[in-house]
Each structure stands twice: as C-alpha cells, then as structure tokens.
C-alpha cells in the first residue's frame, strides 16, 4: 500500500502561497485571519491549534477569539458583524459544530461570503455549484481533490463513492469530484448495508467523511483501490484517528493517514484561502 502522505502537498501549496504572502506584504497587505471559538471542544482547540502554527510560518496574521461556551448568539452575531467590517481581516474562521443555543444557519449566513474561507455560506456554496469561482469551497473538500491533483490521479471516468453527506465535506467533495469528470455515488446514515458493500467495493476511489473511527472496513472495500480517509475521531489515547480501519487501509493499493494526511493539507488550503482573499480585497480597493 502506497501512503498518501499530507505534508508534501500541503508543503507545495504553502510554497505557493507564501510567494504570493510575500508580494502582497510588499504592497503593504497583510493577509489576516480571524478565528471565532466557542466553548472548548478539543477537536477545535486541536485544529486551532494547527492553524496557529500554520499562519505563524507563513507570514499571515491571526488574531483568535474564544468565547465561553454559554454566550448569546446575539454575542456571536456581534462579533461576526464586526469582523465583517473590518478591513484588516481578510478571512473569518468559525469553529463549528457551535454549541446547541446557535442556529447554525443564522450564523453561517451572517458571515460576508467575502471572507468566508471555510465555505460555510450559500454565497461559497453557489460557487462551487455553479464554478463561478465566488467564496471558497470547504478546506476539507478542496483538501481531498487537492490530494488526487499531486499525487496523479486523474479521476475522468473513474468511480468515486464518498461516504457521508456533510455540506462540509460530502456534498462540495462530490460535486468537485464530478467536475473532474468522475462518476460519484454518496453512501449516508439510510444507506442500506446491501448499497453500501456494492459502492465500496465497486469504486475506484473512496472517500470516507463520516468521523466513526474504524467505520471502512475490509468487507465494505473491494481491490486496488485509492483511499482518502478524512475522519478526524478521538484514539482513546490522546491522539486522532481517521475512519478507516487498519485492515482495509492495507489492503488498497494507496491510503492516506490519519493523522499526517488530508489534515495536514485542510489547513494549508486555508492559509491559501485567506491569502486569496486578501489579493481579492486589495482588488477591489483599487
Ligand atoms: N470550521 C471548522 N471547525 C472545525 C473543523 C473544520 O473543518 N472547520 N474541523 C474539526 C475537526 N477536528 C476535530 O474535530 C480537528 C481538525 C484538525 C485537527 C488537527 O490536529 N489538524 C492538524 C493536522 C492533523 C492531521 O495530520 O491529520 C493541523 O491542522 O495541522 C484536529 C481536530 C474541528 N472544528
């Protein structure tokens, strides 16, 4: 099994996008994002955590906003409003799922699709729909084609099956999929066990998005196929783990890990995305 490593694409795509860092900075901008958490869930904080590093050594700004898990979605609205205002922010980051008091869509709707860097507005969503090339797509989703794009794998006329049916990852991820000229089925919660073993054994490329540790197994995958395992579930031992089980991991003929996989290469793209809409905004100023 060939291990699709995270770290040389997302190394790729940090390169280029420090270039472009460095260029703007000469023009006097400096891309910025702005994180917004709520509570602490230790999914975010990790992920916080890696996105801290991560604009640290590329030059990009960052100022983080944690609020405690029992505040108003007035609160929230508020803050989103304000960064939506601010010139200096260029990309607005919400860790989400949010706590239970939020209505997620009033939140998601709030935010300018502008600085949308995450693709949780309609106005990223409608872009990826219909590739006007307005917001951005879900880190994640772009994360996974991105994988396929510098590994080789041409994905015209193959056989794609995406487990899970996500706005964040399972639907964009089909839809990008199918742009490049692949032939999709999304497994879900009411798939039935007979559909799910024939679209995983039938594929060429599976994707699994369904965050259930060791949810892929051997008998739900057939031969020679490739991988992208985008689970990010709690090891038991203060570690990650993706969703597929070790067996069926070896027995493709390439898989990506989890950690050191898709992942890594999520949060690249986002500093991509935030120095893209930095570029945009010094666009528009012109
Ligand atoms: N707005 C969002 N909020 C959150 C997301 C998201 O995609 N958008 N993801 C979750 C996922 N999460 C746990 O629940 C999580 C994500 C990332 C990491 C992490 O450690 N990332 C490392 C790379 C890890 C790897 O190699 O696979 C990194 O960023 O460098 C941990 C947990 C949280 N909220």
Do not use: W
Not at 248 to 266: F, I, L, N
């Amino acid at each position: 099994m060939i291990e699709l490593k995270g770290k040389p694409v997302a190394d790729d795509i940090k390169e280029r996008a420090f270039k472009r860092v460095e260029e703007l900075r000469s023009q006097g901008i400096i891309p910025k994002i702005a994180t917004i958490r709520v509570g602490d869930d230790p999914g975010d904080i990790a992920y916080e955590h890696g996105i801290c590093s991560r604009a640290e050594e590329m030059g990009i700004d960052i100022k983080q906003k944690v609020f405690a898990g029992d505040i108003s979605q007035e609160r929230l609205l508020a803050k989103i409003a304000a960064y939506n205002e601010d010139q200096d922010i260029h990309g607005v980051l919400i860790f989400r799922p949010l706590p239970k008091q939020f209505d997620d869509k009033t939140i998601c709707k709030a935010l300018d699709f502008r600085k949308d860097v995450d693709g949780i507005t309609a106005g990223s969503m409608a872009g990826v729909f219909t590739g006007s090339g307005e917001g951005f797509p879900p880190c994640t989703a772009e994360a996974c084609i991105r994988m396929l794009d510098y590994y080789g794998y041409d994905l015209t006329g193959k056989k794609v099956t995406v487990f899970g049916r996500s706005l964040v990852i399972g639907k964009p991820v089909t839809v990008m999929a199918l742009d490049r000229n692949a032939t999709v089925t999304i497994c879900h919660s009411r798939t039935t066990p007979e559909i799910l073993r024939e679209a995983g054994k039938n594929a060429d490329v599976l994707i699994t998005a369904v965050g259930r540790a060791n949810f892929l197994t051997r008998d739900l995958t057939g031969e020679d196929q490739i991988i992208l395992d985008v689970g990010i579930n709690d090891d038991g031992a203060g570690g990650i783990c993706g969703d597929v089980d070790p067996q069926a991991a070896s027995a493709a003929a390439a898989a990506s890990p989890v950690p050191g996989g898709v992942g890594s290469v999520t949060t690249a793209v986002l500093m991509d995305h935030v120095v893209t809409a930095a570029a945009r905004s010094a666009l528009q100023e012109k």
